[in-house]
């Protein structure tokens, strides 16, 4: 009879212990993921050093007190940057106009430029994949709108979960890409004691 008790006695225990696991599993709170998570642009760019994303990309086309890479460029030289294409969609937006501000003020501090920011959306052609060329009168918006012999024009894609950024130097006189830089920011959200953590990697 003790050993029909005991072993009673052990089977009610044993299922306690299992309803106290399931209950605990059950009572672990649903945490939702934010809208943030699988944000799209521009509201990305708030949770992202977008500056110091921008600066280093400067510093590829002007190393800190190198001056320029390019031969034919001096540190005091007009540049033209206007605000940056959507490879999608072919305008600007909020997106471009702030990753514009922030590339012509790195550009202005890391190579010493002076920056002239001018709409190059009529004259700017930009194909699917991201090829920028200017019209066939390079020359003539070159000489006549601006004074200046070279632009940085940049473009931004948008994927699910990253962004691309490609700034490109670019000769105006003769629509000719000298030097291409581009940073891949990948981000998401990560649930960590119970909190969902945006984060985010540059490549």
């Not at 944000?39 to 590829?60: D, F, H």
């Not at 700017?124 to 390079?138: C, E, F, N, Q």
């Amino acid at each position: 009879m003790d050993v029909f008790v005991r072993a009673l006695l052990n089977r009610r225990a044993l299922v306690a212990v299992a309803f106290s696991v399931f209950s605990a599993g059950c009572a672990t709170p649903y945490v939702a993921e934010p809208a943030l998570c699988a944000a799209r642009l521009p509201s990305v760019l708030g949770q992202i050093n977008v500056t110091q994303i921008v600066g280093k990309m400067a510093e590829g086309f002007c190393p800190s007190g190198a001056g320029p890479l390019n031969p034919l460029m001096t540190d005091g030289d007009v540049v033209v940057v206007p605000d940056y294409l959507d490879v999608a969609s072919h305008a600007t937006g909020l997106t471009g106009v702030v990753l514009g501000e922030v590339t012509r003020s790195s550009l202005s501090a890391v190579c010493g430029h002076k920056v002239r920011q001018i709409d190059l959306s009529k004259s700017v052609r930009l194909s699917a994949d991201g090829i920028i060329g200017l019209t066939r009168d390079a020359s003539r918006v070159a000489n006549r709108e601006f004074v200046g012999r070279w632009g940085y024009i940049g473009t931004f894609a948008e994927l699910p979960g990253k962004v691309i950024f490609t700034l490109r130097e670019l000769d105006m006189e003769s629509g000719a890409t000298t030097k291409l830089i581009s940073k891949e920011i990948v981000y998401g959200c990560r649930l960590e004691s119970g909190r969902y953590r945006f984060e985010y990697s540059v490549y």
